[in-house]
C-alpha cells in the first residue's frame, strides 16, 4: 500500500498533494494559500482552499462507493469523517508542508519585466502578450486587460491639457511612467509632481492606481519625510512588488528624508518587517511619484541626492469636471497600452528629462541652498576679503536663530566648513583658519 492509499491524515495530506500539487501552493514566509487562477497564483481570501480539500473528499468517497474494493466500507467511513473541519484542517495542515505545495516564498512577483494583466502576461522588454503561466510566479495583476491595439482620445487631451501643450514634457512623464511599470530601478530617479491643486496631477496618479491594481501602492508621505527619528517603519513592508508607488503632500514646511529616499531609490536590498514581526529584505522595485503643493524641504546638497530627482512642474489650472474621472475610465485599456509605449520608449532612449524639469529641478537645488541664505543676509562676496572661520559660523548661527532655524534645521560646525570650504578657498593662517572671497556684512 502506497501513502497516498493510507485512511491516515498524513495519507489523506499526500493523496490531496498528487492531485492538486499543481494547482495550490502554501507560501510559508507569508502564511498563506495561493491558487491557480489561469494567467496567476491568486491568494485565497474567501476560504477557496477549503471548499476545493471539501470537494477532494467528496470526490474520494463517490469513487469508493462505486468500488469492489475490500477497503470500500473503510475508504467511505474515513472519507466522511474527512469532511469535518478537524478532519479537513488535519489534512491541509499537513499537505501544506508537502512537496509540491510547500513553498518557501522566495521567487514571487520578482521578474521586473513581466507583468500581469486579466487577459495574461505582458512581456514588458517586447510589448507583447502572452497566457500566463504556473513558473512565472506572478500573484499581481492589473485591473484593465491589455489591448495594444486600443485608442485613447480623451487619455490623449488629457496628458496634452494638463502640460500644456508642451509634447517634450507629455513624452516625458510617459517614459517615465513606462518605466515605472517595470520591476527594475536602475534609473534611481524620484519624480516630484509640484503645483498648486486643480492641476491634473491628482487625476493623473489615481487614474494609474486605479490601472494598476496590485503593482500600485498609496504610501503615506511620513514614509519619506524627515522625523528626526532612524527606525525603520511598518510602512516599508507593503512595498514588496509594488512598482508605482504614489504618495502627497499638501502642507508647507514638510521636510525630505533624503537618506530614506537614497535608499528606497536605489538598487541594493531593502530591510523592512510588519508590525510585531521579524526583519527581512526585500529587492526594491518601486518608483515613486511624491505629489506636492510646496516644494519639500531639502537639507541634502549632495549629488548622490539631487541626481535622483526629477521635478514635473504642473502650471495649468482647471475648472472641476465631475466627469472626468469616468471618461478616463472608459479609456483604461488604452491607458494601459499608452503605459507600456511608454516603456518600450524608455528602453530604446533613457529617460531623457526634457529642459523643462531640468531647469525646475535645477531651480529647486538653488532654492534648498542650506547656505544661499546666510550668503545673501549676512555676507558680501569679493576676493580679497577674507573671514575667519569661526567667525562665519558663529555670524551663521546668528542668523539661523533669526530665521527661527531649529537645532535639527541648522547645519553642523563640521558641515558648515566643508560647505564652506566647496565655494571658497579655505587657509590656515597665524590668525587662524579663514575662508577667502567674503566678509561679514556691516551691520
Same mark, same amino acid.
Given at each position: 500500500?502506497?501513502?497516498?492509499?493510507?485512511?491516515?491524515?498524513?495519507?489523506?495530506?499526500?493523496?490531496?498533494?498528487?492531485?492538486?500539487?499543481?494547482?495550490?501552493?502554501?507560501?510559508?514566509?507569508?502564511?498563506?494559500?495561493?491558487?491557480?487562477?489561469?494567467?496567476?497564483?491568486?491568494?485565497?481570501?474567501?476560504?477557496?482552499?477549503?471548499?476545493?480539500?471539501?470537494?477532494?473528499?467528496?470526490?474520494?468517497?463517490?469513487?469508493?462507493?462505486?468500488?469492489?474494493?475490500?477497503?470500500?466500507?473503510?475508504?467511505?467511513?474515513?472519507?466522511?469523517?474527512?469532511?469535518?473541519?478537524?478532519?479537513?484542517?488535519?489534512?491541509?495542515?499537513?499537505?501544506?508542508?508537502?512537496?509540491?505545495?510547500?513553498? $518557501?516564498?522566495?521567487?514571487?512577483?520578482?521578474?521586473?519585466?513581466?507583468?500581469?494583466?486579466?487577459?495574461?502576461?505582458?512581456?514588458?522588454?517586447?510589448?507583447?502578450?502572452?497566457?500566463?503561466?504556473?513558473?512565472?510566479?506572478?500573484?499581481?495583476?492589473?485591473?484593465?486587460?491589455?489591448?495594444?491595439?486600443?485608442?485613447?482620445?480623451?487619455?490623449?487631451?488629457?496628458?496634452?491639457?494638463?502640460?500644456? &501643450?508642451? %509634447?517634450?514634457?507629455?513624452?516625458?512623464?510617459?517614459?517615465?511612467?513606462?518605466?515605472?511599470?517595470?520591476?527594475?530601478?536602475?534609473?534611481?530617479?524620484?519624480?516630484?509632481?509640484?503645483?498648486?491643486?486643480?492641476?491634473?496631477? %491628482?487625476?493623473?496618479?489615481?487614474?494609474?492606481?486605479?490601472?494598476? %491594481?496590485?503593482?500600485?501602492?498609496?504610501?503615506?508621505?511620513?514614509?519619506?519625510?524627515?522625523? %528626526?527619528?532612524?527606525?525603520?517603519?511598518?510602512?516599508?513592508? #507593503?512595498?514588496?512588488?509594488?512598482?508605482?508607488?504614489?504618495?502627497?503632500?499638501?502642507? $508647507?514646511?514638510?521636510?525630505?528624508?533624503?537618506?530614506?529616499?537614497?535608499?528606497?531609490?536605489?538598487?541594493?536590498?531593502?530591510?523592512?518587517?510588519?508590525?510585531?514581526?521579524?526583519?527581512?529584505?526585500?529587492?526594491?522595485?518601486?518608483?515613486?511619484?511624491?505629489?506636492?503643493?510646496?516644494?519639500?524641504?531639502?537639507?541634502?546638497?549632495?549629488?548622490?541626492?539631487?541626481?535622483?530627482?526629477?521635478?514635473?512642474?504642473?502650471?495649468?489650472?482647471?475648472?472641476?469636471?465631475?466627469?472626468?474621472?469616468?471618461?478616463?475610465?472608459?479609456?483604461?485599456?488604452?491607458?494601459? #497600452?499608452?503605459?507600456?509605449? &511608454?516603456?518600450?520608449?524608455?528602453?530604446?532612449?533613457?529617460?531623457?528629462?526634457?529642459?523643462?524639469?531640468?531647469?525646475?529641478?535645477?531651480?529647486?537645488?538653488?532654492?534648498?541652498?542650506?547656505?544661499?541664505?546666510?550668503?545673501?543676509?549676512?555676507?558680501?562676496?569679493?576676493?580679497?576679503?577674507?573671514?575667519?572661520?569661526? $567667525?562665519?559660523?558663529?555670524?551663521?548661527?546668528?542668523?539661523?536663530?533669526?530665521?527661527?532655524?531649529?537645532?535639527?534645521?541648522?547645519?553642523?560646525?563640521?558641515?558648515?566648513?566643508?560647505?564652506?570650504?566647496?565655494?571658497?578657498?579655505?587657509?590656515?593662517?597665524?590668525?587662524?583658519?579663514?575662508?577667502?572671497?567674503?566678509?561679514?556684512?556691516?551691520?
Amino acid at each position: 500500500m502506497t501513502v497516498t492509499d493510507a485512511l491516515t491524515d498524513a495519507g489523506a495530506a499526500a493523496r490531496f498533494a498528487e492531485r492538486h500539487g499543481a494547482e495550490v501552493r502554501f507560501d510559508h514566509r507569508r502564511r498563506r494559500w495561493l491558487l491557480w487562477s489561469g494567467h496567476r497564483w491568486m491568494q485565497d481570501v474567501d476560504g477557496a482552499i477549503t471548499r476545493l480539500a471539501l470537494a477532494f473528499a467528496r470526490d474520494w468517497q463517490r469513487a469508493a462507493l462505486d468500488s469492489t474494493s475490500t477497503e470500500r466500507e473503510a475508504t467511505v467511513k474515513f472519507t466522511l469523517r474527512l469532511e469535518r473541519r478537524d478532519g479537513l484542517g488535519n489534512m491541509l495542515a499537513i499537505a501544506r508542508d508537502l512537496k509540491p505545495i510547500a513553498d $518557501d516564498g522566495d521567487g514571487w512577483d520578482t521578474d521586473p519585466w513581466l507583468l500581469g494583466v486579466p487577459n495574461g502576461v505582458v512581456d514588458l522588454r517586447t510589448g507583447e502578450l502572452r497566457p500566463g503561466r504556473p513558473d512565472d510566479r506572478l500573484t499581481m495583476q492589473t485591473t484593465v486587460p491589455y489591448d495594444a491595439a486600443a485608442d485613447g482620445p480623451r487619455w490623449s487631451q488629457f496628458v496634452a491639457e494638463i502640460f500644456g &501643450g508642451d %509634447g517634450d514634457l507629455v513624452e516625458f512623464v510617459q517614459r517615465g511612467l513606462g518605466y515605472s511599470l517595470t520591476g527594475v530601478t536602475t534609473e534611481q530617479v524620484l519624480f516630484l509632481c509640484f503645483g498648486t491643486g486643480s492641476n491634473g496631477k %491628482g487625476t493623473l496618479t489615481n487614474t494609474l492606481k486605479r490601472i494598476l %491594481g496590485d503593482y500600485a501602492w498609496n504610501m503615506p508621505f511620513a514614509t519619506v519625510e524627515w522625523n %528626526g527619528r532612524g527606525s525603520i517603519p511598518n510602512d516599508l513592508a #507593503a512595498l514588496v512588488g509594488r512598482r508605482f508607488i504614489t504618495a502627497s503632500e499638501t502642507t $508647507d514646511g514638510a521636510r525630505l528624508n533624503e537618506a530614506r529616499i537614497k535608499t528606497l531609490t536605489g538598487c541594493d536590498p531593502v530591510t523592512a518587517r510588519f508590525l510585531h514581526g521579524e526583519f527581512f529584505t526585500f529587492e526594491p522595485a518601486g518608483k515613486y511619484w511624491l505629489s506636492v503643493n510646496h516644494k519639500p524641504v531639502v537639507r541634502d546638497d549632495s549629488y548622490g541626492f539631487w541626481r535622483r530627482l526629477r521635478l514635473i512642474p504642473f502650471t495649468q489650472r482647471f475648472a472641476l469636471n465631475p466627469a472626468l474621472s469616468d471618461e478616463l475610465a472608459a479609456e483604461s485599456p488604452a491607458i494601459l #497600452a499608452w503605459l507600456v509605449r &511608454g516603456c518600450l520608449d524608455w528602453q530604446k532612449r533613457g529617460l531623457q528629462p526634457p529642459p523643462v524639469v531640468l531647469a525646475a529641478t535645477h531651480e529647486y537645488e538653488q532654492d534648498s541652498d542650506p547656505l544661499a541664505g546666510f550668503l545673501k543676509d549676512m555676507c558680501v562676496l569679493a576676493d580679497t576679503a577674507e573671514i575667519r572661520a569661526k $567667525d562665519a559660523f558663529f555670524a551663521y548661527e546668528t542668523w539661523c536663530v533669526a530665521q527661527g532655524l531649529t537645532r535639527d534645521e541648522r547645519l553642523t560646525n563640521t558641515s558648515f566648513g566643508r560647505r564652506m570650504a566647496e565655494r571658497f578657498e579655505r587657509r590656515d593662517t597665524a590668525a587662524g583658519r579663514v575662508y577667502r572671497g567674503l566678509r561679514k556684512r556691516a551691520s
